[in-house]
Structures are given as C-alpha cells and as structure tokens.
C-alpha cells in the first residue's frame, strides 16, 4: 500500500512525498481511511510509529483554509507542542493552512495574534484550558485530537481534558492516540469518543523491532562505571541516558564530561528557554549525550538516536516503552539498554510480559576486551584512510633523523594513546552468574522485586559528600514533583 492509494488530496500528497515519505506505517494504514471517512478513532500503537502523519494527514487533507480553527491537537508537553507543530506545519504549508502553538510560560499575546490566523491549533491542556475560561478565544473545531492520551493522564490532566471538551462543539470528529491503553484512557474514550472505531497495532508490529533490547547486571555501585565502560563499547552516534531523578542528571553530566564525553542534561527544573536550547544543541549535534528525566524527555523526537540507556530502570513498563522510543525512529535501527542490579530482575521480567517482548542479556566488555575491540577499529581505520602530500612531507621529515620502522612506531604509540580507558577491568555479573540471579529471581519470590529508593549509588554518594537521607527522600518523590512542576507551568 501507498500514500497515493490514500484519498487525500494533491497538495498533501505532494508534502507526503516531501517529507520522503514512501510507505505509509501500520498504524497509518488503519487511520488516515477511518479519519478521512468521517469516523472518531481510539488508536494505539508504539511511539516512533509515525502517528502525527496518521492522524494529521487526514485532519489537513479534509480542511478549508477558511481562517478559522479546525483542528485542535492537545499535547502533553511544550516540547511535544512545538514538535507536532513543526510536522503538522510542513505537511500543512503548501495548502495555507497555519499552525499555532499554545503552551504556558510565554506571553499571551503573539499565541493569541496565531490563533487568530491558525487553521492548527496544537496546545498544552493548561494553557488552552486557561484561554478558554478566561474567554480570551473561541475556536469551534471540526477536529479534535488528543495526542500521547496516556502521557496526559499521566501527568495528572485528566480534568483539565474534560473541562476542556465541555467549550468544543458537540459536532466534532474526535481522534484519541496513545502509546498504551490503560483503563482510565478507555473510560475518557467513553466519554469523548463517539462510536469510536479502533485502531490496535498488534504487539509484534506496535513493538518496535528496529530496537535491540539489552540489559546489564551490576552492582549498584558499578552503574557509572559500567555506564562509561558501555558508552565507549557501543559509540554511539547520539544517545539518551534516562535518570529517575533530577539529582542524578546533574551528578551523571558532569561524571561523563570528566570522561571526555559532550553531554548536557535535560530536567523538568530548567527553564524553558533553557530546554529549548538545550534541545536544539543536542539535535543539531554539538552535544552527543543527553542525559534526562522521564518527563523532560517526553516524546522528544530527535534523529539518530543510536542508544538510549537506562541508568536505573524505569518506574514501570509504560516509561519503559516511551524511553526506549526515543531511539529506533523513523525506520532507522536502535539498541535500548538496561542497568539492573540482580534484585531488579524481576522488574525485566515484568516489563518484557508487559510489553510483549524479549529483552537479551550481555555482560561488560572488560576493560582488556575494550582496548582490543577499538584496537581492531584503528587498524581498520587505518588501513581505510587515504594518504594525504602532508603525511607523505611529515614521513619525509622525520626520516632526516629516524628510521621508518622507528616513525611508525611512534606514530602508532601517538594514535594508541587516545584509546585509552578508565575503569576496573571486570564490570558485573558475567554469563553464569547471571543465569543463577534470574533462576532466583523467578523461585524466590520472598523479596520484593522493585526497590525504588533503594538504589542509590554508592560512588554517587562519595562525590555527592554530603547528601542527606533528606535529600534521598526527597529524591524519591521527585518523579511526582516533575510532573506537577511541568503541569503548573503550562
Ligand atoms: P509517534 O507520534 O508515533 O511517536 P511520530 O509521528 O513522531 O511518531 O513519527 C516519528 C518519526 O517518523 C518522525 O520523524 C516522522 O517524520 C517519521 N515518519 C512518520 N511516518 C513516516 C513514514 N510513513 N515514512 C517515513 N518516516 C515517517
Ligand atoms: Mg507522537
């Protein structure tokens, strides 16, 4: 199937094959014929699966350009606002239809002068519910999407999303997508939806196969370590390390920049203007590791993420899934790996049956294996790179005093130097050790499996000096708190 097959008219067709669109994803081909056929859709499938073209593809193709509002997109988050207006806006430009953006933490009045313009409006639900009460807009849109459901109710904005609905016509086309379908999303859907059809990308297709999912046993205190030692193996292209808390993306930031790497770190804490640029230094490649919270990375879509790592593991199967979706995008591969201790065990267990699929366990690279695995890429390297007049005049330099065995030997010594690595040689549990945990993990089933504020680091502690049971506490509630934060502020 193609776009082509797709009623949808030329303009958007044209802006399909743009963007370099060739084949529509599954969930696509289920939605953009249902959403063009008038019908509201509760749709499911994995992030990463193109679900903005799935539902705003259909929404634009069926719109008037008339200067009214006729699409309404409620988002989770400003950075998820600015980034499905940006698709909505590429797919929309050649057909005059304008895109505004509505979130909280920026001055009313240029959002009001777009809206006014807009035939998008993509918001945040404090802001729009904010704009609504206060009167300062009426928009009476044929389309109303909510999108990332589940991050919404998440994030605690299930009456702000229904006290939203009650300002918008009745006579509306209602579309609801979600990464995953927990029972309070069902019964919003009951409530919003009318005779919605469904949409259910299967597990197989919804989990996305193009990731590679990986997890490590350590010790609790190995984690840095073990972090570093993997970051070096795997040379990534870009990666994501998730925190559980915002401590902890400030500690991990400067821990990797002592390593050498460029990283920056991403927290609900920051100030907006901050997160954008922070957002854009990492798209655009001037930092190659982003270390953030759940919330501060929400649906963030930035290309080749080629990693994303999970430093401890997530809270539950649901980050999990929108963690590990930040890299496998857009039909690229990516590898997602986990940092468990041997009791968090049972969590891998859980998450792989909740997500219907097969996480694959590795041991660490020593620190001997790592020297050897980047020494064969040199030689490689070296073997692949062209030589250049300036070498052959340096050669030619240096052969005045030295041999040409001699030049080689130093030359090779010069290149050796930087492959140099830290850590101890042996990091966590090695194959066998690991096949007892997991035997254990399944038989004994005494202890509980997740010990969230438990796994506190202990050289996290030496450099923290200082860090009190206070902070640990309040650490341990920060997940709400970044939640509450991001929500007050819209
Ligand atoms: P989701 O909302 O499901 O997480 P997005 O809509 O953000 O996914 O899409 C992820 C990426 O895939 C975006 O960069 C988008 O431009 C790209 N994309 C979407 N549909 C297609 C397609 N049919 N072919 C190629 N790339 C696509
Ligand atoms: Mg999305």
Redesign the pocket.
């Known amino acids: 199937m193609k776009f082509i097959d797709f009623d949808l008219n030329p303009a958007i067709q044209q802006a399909v094959s743009d ?7 599954p969930v ?1 081909k289920e939605a953009i014929p249902l959403v063009l056929d008038g019908h509201d859709i509760i749709a499911q ?1 994995q ?7 799935a539902f705003g593809l259909p929404m634009l193709s069926q719109m008037k350009a008339d200067g009214s509002v006729e699409g309404l997109i409620i988002v989770p988050t400003r950075e998820l606002a600015m980034q499905v207006s940006d ?1 909505i806006f590429r797919f929309g430009k050649s057909s005059n239809l304008r895109t505004a953006t509505v979130y909280g933490g920026t001055p009313y009045r240029q959002q009001l002068e777009r809206i006014k313009q807009a035939s998008v409006v993509v918001a945040t639900p404090g802001r729009l519910q904010d704009l609504l009460m206060s009167k300062r807009i009426k928009i009476d849109p044929k389309f109303v999407v909510l999108d990332e459901a589940d991050e919404m109710l998440d994030m605690g904005f299930l009456d702000e999303i229904k006290n939203i609905f009650t300002f918008l016509p009745k006579d509306r086309q209602t579309l609801m997508f979600s990464a995953t379908m927990p029972k309070a999303i069902r019964k919003l859907a009951e409530q919003i939806l009318k005779e919605p059809k469904t949409v259910s990308i299967t597990k197989s297709e919804s989990t996305n196969t193009a990731i590679n999912q990986l997890y490590y046993v350590v010790q609790d205190r190995e984690r840095d370590d073990a972090l570093v030692r993997l970051i070096d193996y795997k040379n990534p292209t870009k990666c994501i390390v998730f925190c559980r808390m915002k401590k902890e993306v400030d500690r991990l930031v400067s821990h990797l920049t002592s390593q050498g790497f460029k990283v920056s770190g991403l927290h609900g804490d920051m100030e907006q203007k901050q997160r954008e640029v922070t957002i854009k230094g990492f798209k655009r490649g001037d930092v190659d590791i982003f270390v953030a919270t759940d919330v501060a990375a929400r ?1 963030l ?1 930035v290309n080749d993420v080629s990693h994303v790592f999970n430093y401890h593991i997530p809270f539950d199967s649901e980050s999990y899934v929108h963690r590990i ?1 930040r890299t496998g ?3 690229k591969s990516g590898e997602a790996i986990t940092l468990v201790t041997p009791n968090e065990l049972r969590t891998i267990k859980k998450i792989e049956k909740d997500v219907g699929t097969k996480m694959t366990t590795e041991v660490i690279p020593t620190r001997q294996e790592l020297i050897d695995t980047k020494g064969d890429e040199l030689l490689m390297k070296i073997s692949q790179t062209e030589v250049t007049s300036k070498a052959i005049d340096m050669v030619k330099t240096l052969q005045h005093d030295l041999d040409i065995v001699t030049i080689a030997h130093l030359l090779a010594s010069m290149i050796q130097e930087e492959n140099s690595f830290s850590g101890k040689d042996k990091i966590g549990f090695d194959l066998s050790e690991i096949k007892k945990l997991l035997e254990k993990a399944y038989t004994d089933r005494g202890n509980s499996g997740r010990n969230r504020g438990r796994n506190r680091s202990n050289s996290s502690s030496r450099r923290r000096n200082g860090s009190s049971d206070r902070n640990r506490s309040r650490n341990d509630s920060n997940r709400s708190r970044d939640n509450n934060r991001s929500r007050s502020r819209d």
């Open positions: 963007a370099g669109f060739k084949e529509p994803s696509q499938a992030t990463g699966t193109g679900k903005t073209a698709e649906g879509d979706g995008r857009a039909g």
